[in-house]
């Protein structure tokens, strides 16, 4: 089946400590974007990416870091500067723009929760 | 700036019903306006996507109104269904310019509950 998969589904994070949440895509998409979502709030865009090795930050990038070393996969790095990462993540990929089909596929999730 | 505002944060609809939400936006650049549908812990899912060329798309019983003048987008759901209960979020893009990345900028969402 074809789609996006993100691990882990819950992470825990102590205080300092940098994570990194995963995310692959086998739908040969070449765009791959990181949302942030908080409770009862819309989707808010972190990072996205339109090509390998070329990435370019969203609206609440700082604290967050990318990498897009291949095709399948945008790993986001949760880093220890990020004051708040209390938030559900959310990484979704599509068609390159400009082409007819840019619909958005979302993965699952990611829960990070500070302890 | 919240580009995109969405209302009413939440609904509450009989079975049978018809449920309303809106959105509205600011950037006239925009030209792909989709809706998506999320259940708790879920990731959200495309429902049904419009672009400004056209006024009104029915999808089953999900219908989008489009006001091009007004920057107005509207989901209706008719004959709402407790499985219709979730999350909606509209949200908006620029898809025709590359450069512009095809990235989704979310209206707050609405919460619906559909009562049996």
């Known amino acids: 089946d074809g789609g996006i998969t993100q691990s882990p589904k819950y992470l825990f994070r102590k205080e300092g400590q940098n994570v990194t949440l995963s995310c692959e895509q086998n739908?040969?998409?070449?765009?791959m974007y990181w949302y942030r979502q908080d409770p009862g709030q819309g989707l808010r865009l972190i990072y996205y990416?339109?090509?390998?090795?070329?990435?370019q930050k969203g609206d609440i990038a700082e604290g967050y870091s990318v990498s897009r070393e291949k095709k399948e996969s945008f790993p986001l790095t949760v880093t220890s500067a990020q004051k708040n990462p209390t938030a559900f993540y959310l990484c979704?990929?599509?068609?390159?723009?400009?082409?007819?089909?840019?619909?958005?596929?979302f993965g699952q999730g990611t829960r990070l929760t500070v302890v | 700036q919240q580009q995109v505002k969405q209302s009413p944060q939440s609904l509450i609809v009989q079975k049978g019903g018809i449920s309303i939400i809106n959105c509205a936006y600011e950037?006239?650049?925009?030209?792909?306006f989709p809706w998506y549908q999320q259940f708790p812990g879920k990731g959200p899912a495309l429902l049904i996507a419009?672009?400004?060329?056209?006024s009104e798309k029915k999808e089953g019983r999900f219908t989008i109104s489009f006001n091009k003048s007004a920057k107005q987008f509207s989901l209706h759901i008719m004959d709402s269904q407790p499985g219709d209960s979730a999350t909606y979020f509209c949200?908006?893009?620029?898809?025709?310019?590359?450069?512009?990345?095809?990235?989704?900028?979310f209206g707050g969402g609405t919460r619906v509950l559909v009562k049996p």
């Open positions: 739908l040969n998409h070449d765009a």
């Open positions: 979704a990929s599509s068609t390159s723009p400009g082409t007819v089909n840019t619909e958005a596929f």
């Open positions: 419009i672009r400004p060329d056209v």
């Open positions: 990416s339109q090509i390998v090795n070329d990435f």
């Open positions: 950037n006239t650049a925009f030209d792909y």
């Open positions: 949200a908006a893009s620029i898809n025709r310019v590359k450069a512009a990345g095809n990235k989704l900028t």
